[in-house]
């Protein structure tokens, strides 16, 4: 069963979660009528949920259950990155802040409220989508 979606800006994607602990990902074609599945983020014991795309779509959140309170991916590349821990936080959708500078998650009891600050590419330890286009030229 599914536990989350969000389309892309542009509605050609299509990221879905769904059991078991599993996002997939459908780009659609012109006519919109056939999606084509075009990747697979996995790894969390206990599954994902409720993907976030950042608005630049170089960055994919997840939240999943456990230990493992979010993951990020470099959605272009589709390698996991961080995942930020938090025991206890789980079954509850992840918030991005406006400026993408903050990542929220309440507790499942909802008493508790856990907050990351983004890390950047850098504090990642991976290549920015800007600085990949400048090095292609």
Known sequence: YFLGAQFSGDGRTLLMAHHPGV??????????????QTGEYSGALMGYRDP???????????????????SIWDFR?????????????SSTPVRISSSERMIGRLSSSGDN?????APSWEEIGAEAPEREKERSK
């Open 77 to 89: 590349s589709q390698q996991l990155l961080l995942t930020l821990k938090a025991p206890g936080i």
């Open 113 to 117: 409220i856990r907050i990351w600050r």
């Open 52 to 70: 976030v795309l950042s608005k630049d779509e170089s960055r994919l959140f997840a939240g999943s259950g456990g230990e493992d309170a979010v």
């Open 23 to 36: 996002i997939s990902q459908w780009e659609f074609d012109e006519s919109m009528k056939e999606p084509i």
